[in-house]
């Protein structure tokens, strides 16, 4: 039987399985390109655009501080924050395992930091975003090193494939530091800049929005860490900070601080202050405290000393505020200068029993003879005057020492300011209604006792206390301060006899503030040795040192106010350790502001009368 003819399958089952596989394997293609490309397609773009572009903060220069004169106090110099990319230090991107370990260690003893605190924010499992900040305000020469490094990894990786350039995805943004020039000059006022760029105390954080400026932004693709030339980038400029003229001249300040930093140290004081203001503008020429601190170097800062005591400390004045006592008997015509006062050893008022700094047989003064001596025991007498009554006379005085300034903030606006303790005469103690009339029983800070004495210099009028004249934006437009606020406080009558009587503290023999005479010119001043309430315990300890006063007596042109706390070796008497301190930065302003002597006689106002 012949064989069966060998018969082939038909090929269109197995050419339509296989079409309707290709089909099927197209069909999924289309799907997922219509997803891609029409469904997801901004979604996708975006995630490329991120990948491709990024984004850098131009920071925007702080603006500079000077002194009346454009001596520079504070600087913005050149600087660049070091940052990095952390999507640009994974497996996927360098081919290795520990290439952030091996970036920090490189980078941890250029940047001066903890390698373990660099890896974290290196890492890119424990970072949201593709910006993290490495450290901030550094050094050209810093960021010089570690492009340099950068540069030497690169040209060493193009030959040899084993090399992998760990540093490719760190970057730098321009910046700038604070720097000041004059170290810890004038500290207390300008304050500091802290590690955020920001003001952190002083003008620096007062004035922070107009110094800071408005920072900007530049946008630019880029690849491998590198910025791609021909992709172009976008740029919002950065708009830089004011500047910021201040009252102040360096010069006095310098004289003021190097003043009472040695009588601070010679008394082994806790501390002490010395104002210097324009008796006309109430323009401050200098405000200097002792201890300080230098704002280049925080680091080496006492706490305590990192603030502006003259206007943060709040103490008793002592003797210094008999003066606002006087204003307020002269003023409501309750005595003259002349008027007749008996001074007995002691006098019991209230619960107590007052006497003076002294022990003394009955004076016999007149109301120029009790400030030029002053008595504590005669002021009580003299201010007894004001009123019918005790509560009365209390409610006229305490009108009289608001008016002056006390138990209200100065004007300033300064950060930490302290406005003090007045307290409504309503609720004086037995005891306050007789110690407040010769400086005990309330607290002021230094810049409110030497507004007094400029307010009486100044013909009666207060005239709010600045600190800046002012400030030159990007355009290079100076826009003068705001006017400070005028306030008649006494009558240019009850001034004039004020003068007088304070140049009787200085030029007679009786007088308290002998040490503060200055050769050639009148000057009017008052001695303060207060009792000082101890700020740890809250009871009285140790002395509160105090002068005041301003020169020329009879043609006012500059106030100064020297108070040393807690002075502990050699004299605490406020004539004879802040008298001294008074003349040399009273002479030196004198110089320096070339103001010459009146040359007119002084009043000579008697201090005692024959019984």
């Known amino acids: 039987m012949p064989p069966r003819p060998l018969r082939l399958g038909s090929p269109r089952p197995r050419l339509r399985l296989v079409g309707l596989a290709l089909t099927l394997v197209l069909l999924v293609f289309v799907v997922r390109l219509l997803q891609v490309q029409a469904v997801e397609a901004s979604a996708y773009a975006a995630r490329a655009e991120q990948n491709r572009y990024v984004v850098h903060t131009l920071a925007a220069e702080r603006g500079g501080i000077t002194d009346r004169n454009g001596v520079a106090l504070a600087v913005s110099e050149d600087a660049y924050d070091i940052t990095a990319d952390p999507t640009m230090f994974g497996v996927k991107q360098l081919k290795i395992q520990d290439g ?65 350039n760990v540093l490719a995805g760190v970057f730098a943004d321009p910046s700038s530091q604070r720097v000041y020039p004059n170290g810890d000059l004038a500290a207390g006022i300008l304050g500091w800049v802290n590690a955020d760029g920001r003001g952190g105390g002083g003008i620096e954080q007062q004035l922070d929005k107009q110094l800071t400026g408005k920072d900007g932004k530049l946008r630019y693709a880029q690849s491998g860490g590198r ?58 020429l200098a405000m200097a405290n002792s201890p300080g601190f230098d704002p280049n170097d925080l680091s080496k800062a006492d706490g305590d000393a990192m603030g502006n005591a003259a206007l943060q400390d709040a103490y008793e004045p002592g003797s210094t505020a008999k003066v606002m006592s006087m204003a307020a008997v002269l003023e409501r015509n309750a005595a003259t200068p002349l008027t007749h006062v008996v001074v007995p050893n002691r006098l019991h008022r209230g619960d107590r029993l007052f006497q003076d700094d002294i022990d003394h047989a009955t004076w016999y003064l007149t109301l120029n003879g009790v400030l030029a001596k002053s008595s504590n025991i005669g002021t009580i007498l003299a201010t007894g005057e004001l009123g019918k009554s005790q509560p009365e006379a209390n409610e006229v005085l305490y009108s009289y020492l608001r008016r002056f300034g006390i138990g209200g903030y100065t004007g300033l606006g300064f950060p930490g300011e302290t406005p003090g303790i007045l307290a409504q ?49 990007a355009d290079g437009r100076f826009t003068p301060a705001p006017k400070p606020r005028q306030t008649r406080v006494v009558s240019a009558k009850t001034a ?90 009273m002479e030196f302003a004198l110089k320096t502001l070339q103001v010459p002597p009146t040359g007119a006689k002084p009043a000579n106002l008697p201090v005692d009368y024959k019984p």
């Open 227 to 284: 910025e791609v030339p021909t992709a172009g980038s976008t740029e919002t400029p950065a708009v830089p900070g004011s500047d910021v003229e201040l009252t102040i001249d360096r010069d006095i300040q310098w004289a003021a601080q190097n003043a009472i930093s040695e009588q601070v140290r010679k008394s082994r004081a806790d501390r002490g202050y010395v104002i210097v203001q324009d008796t006309r503008s109430g323009q401050i």
């Open 100 to 164: 952030p370990e091996r970036a920090a260690a490189l980078l941890a003893p250029i940047l001066g930091q903890d390698q373990a605190a660099l890896l974290k924010k290196l890492r890119p499992e424990n970072r949201n975003s593709r910006y993290t900040r490495l450290a901030s305000r550094q050094t050209p020469q810093v960021w010089k090193q570690i492009k340099d490094l950068k540069t030497a990894l690169t040209h060493k990786a193009e030959t040899d494939r084993t090399t992998v």
């Open 425 to 473: 005469p309503q609720k004086w103690s037995t005891s306050q209604q007789y110690t407040i009339p010769f400086g005990q029983g309330f607290s002021i800070n230094a810049m409110q006792a030497a507004s007094v004495y400029s307010t009486i210099a100044n013909g009666g009028v207060r005239v709010e206390p600045t600190l800046v004249r002012g400030t030159k934006g």
């Open 496 to 585: 004039r006899s004020l003068a007088q009587m304070l140049e009787s503290v200085v030029d007679d023999e009786q007088g308290t503030g002998i040490k503060a005479r200055i050769p050639g010119y009148r000057v009017a001043g008052k001695t303060g040795t207060a009792n000082r309430v101890d700020p740890a315990t809250g009871r009285y300890r140790g002395y509160t040192s105090s002068f005041a006063g301003f020169a020329p007596a009879d043609n006012p042109r500059i106030t100064v106010y020297c108070a040393i706390q807690n002075a502990t070796s050699g004299s605490y008497f406020g004539g004879q350790i802040c008298g001294p301190i008074y003349k040399q930065v």
